[in-house]
């Protein structure tokens, strides 16, 4: 996965550019509060292809843009066949009047054309159908292969613009794939994007993998793998394939996961009977213990200041979850419900928590507050999962095995807008990585 600006440039020449300025006076914007949310009605047609052979890739950008949007539940884009204008130039203003007949609130529209380089032109507007004006509107320019990752970077433009939050479309999901009957089941370590496209499968299933965490900074994930003998914490690199292997602690290893800049793992170590928290520094290999005690402290997760870690601990009698500094010292208890509480996450944008909940013979995946209060649980059912948050914070994923094996699930933070996502096979232990660079 080349970064963002490599993918823009697609090897040569200018980057992306604004096309024409946006309109501070325009009218449509979503207003997301934590009421009820009327979707934003938005028409998307196939992007104008340069070319024949430019239509296909034209209208893949539009259905993916039309699905990120759509599986946002913020959005309710308009089918085509409703489509009144049919767009064929998109330098010139579109009649708003036939949009305005059909109810569209917004109106993006594209070209896609190949250059004599090879690489491909991207261009797109958004427009505000009631107050006839342009929104905003960008150029790029990228290799044919990367068409999709691009459809991506435009989903997040539109969606923060007419939503006030960043978007998460261009982002990846590491998770661990499951085939095979269930008494041998084969896991490998796979990554695809959000949207479950470009699957890869990291590992060939030989040894058992659990529990993959993105890297906040790089792409590198950090996970489990159950090789000869006790479970190992591994470092790889999910472009270049190339692993290691964190340290050789005595004991087992559990729940490992980064620090926000990247640069510490802070982890479970089991010794005996009871587990602790240790952190360990990535440069100098130097590990730091953070908690002492005869319980289970396990699942640690940083906040996003690196500030505080929330963790799940049965040092109350059975599983809870805790909140304290990142360097050590005293825990202060923040779950307080019926049933017991474990995986605890901590939302990118610090607001919430995240974690699954278990009691009266269901699993529930919840959020609440750092300080405990306002606890909502989003979903309940038989065995959901280790929740992750998309990299804005607005949306949590999920896994749930419903008896046959496990499958994944997204989640809006107001319990509303739960969607399947699709994958090959069963899949589980889902991590979200950050928006990429």
């Keep these: 996965m080349l970064s963002r600006r490599d993918v823009l440039m697609g090897g040569a020449g200018a980057a992306a550019g604004l096309l024409l300025p946006r309109f501070a006076q325009a009218q449509t914007k979503l207003q997301v509060q934590q009421g009820q949310i009327a979707p934003l009605v938005i028409a998307i047609p196939n992007f104008v292809a340069g070319s024949p052979s430019d239509g296909e890739v034209g209208a ?4 993916v843009i039309t699905n990120n949007l759509r599986r946002s ?25 036939s949009w305005r ?15 004599p380089d090879g690489r491909l032109k991207a261009e797109f507007r958004l427009w505000d159908v009631v107050s006839g004006q ?31 939050d960043k978007g998460y479309f261009d982002s990846r999901v590491v998770f661990i794939d499951e085939t095979g009957p269930k008494e041998r089941r084969v896991k490998r370590l796979s990554v695809m994007d959000q949207d479950g496209g470009n699957v ?11 529990t993959p965490r993105f890297s906040p900074s790089t792409q590198e994930i950090t996970y489990m793998e159950f090789g000869q003998g006790d479970p190992r914490v591994y470092l790889r690199n999910v472009e270049t394939g190339q692993s290691e292997i964190v340290g050789n602690f005595p004991g087992m290893s559990f729940a490992p996961r980064f620090s926000p800049d990247g640069q510490r793992i802070i982890m479970s170590l089991q010794q005996g009977g009871n587990s602790n928290l240790f952190v360990m520094d990535l440069r100098s290999k130097s590990t730091t213990r953070l908690t002492d005690t005869p ?4 699942s640690p997760s940083y906040s996003p200041d690196a500030a505080r870690i929330c963790f799940e601990s049965d040092r109350g009698g059975k599983q809870q979850i805790y909140v304290m500094p990142a360097t050590g010292g005293a825990a202060q208890r923040i779950s307080f419900g019926e049933g017991s ?37 989003l979903t309940s059912g038989y065995h959901n999962e280790g929740p992750t948050f998309a990299p804005n914070g607005r949306v949590v994923m999920f896994f749930r095995d419903q008896g046959a094996g496990p499958s994944l699930f997204t989640v809006g933070i107001d319990g509303r807008n739960e969607l399947k996502l699709p994958t090959p096979g069963f899949a589980s232990d889902p991590a979200w990585s950050p928006l990429l660079s």
């Design 200 to 210: 890869r499968y990291l590992t060939n299933g030989k040894d058992l993998v659990l």
């Design 73 to 97: 539940g913020l959005f309710a884009p308009i089918d085509q066949a409703a489509f009144i204008e049919k767009i064929s130039n998109i330098d010139a203003a579109p009649q708003f009047q």
């Design 134 to 164: 342009q929104l905003t509107g960008q150029q790029y320019f990228t290799s044919p292969e990367y068409w999709r990752r691009i459809a991506h970077i435009i989903s997040d433009q539109i969606y923060e613009r007419l939503t006030g």
């Design 341 to 377: 509480y474990s995986t605890p996450v901590w939302s990118p944008r610090g607001d919430y928590i995240a974690f699954t909940k278990q009691g009266g013979g269901q699993f529930s995946i919840g959020i609440m507050k750092p300080d405990g209060s306002g606890e909502r649980l």
């Design 60 to 63: 893949g950008v539009s259905q």
């Design 101 to 115: 007949t059909i109810n569209a609130q917004a109106l993006v529209t594209g070209r896609m054309t190949k250059q």
């Design 295 to 298: 319980a289970i402290d396990t």
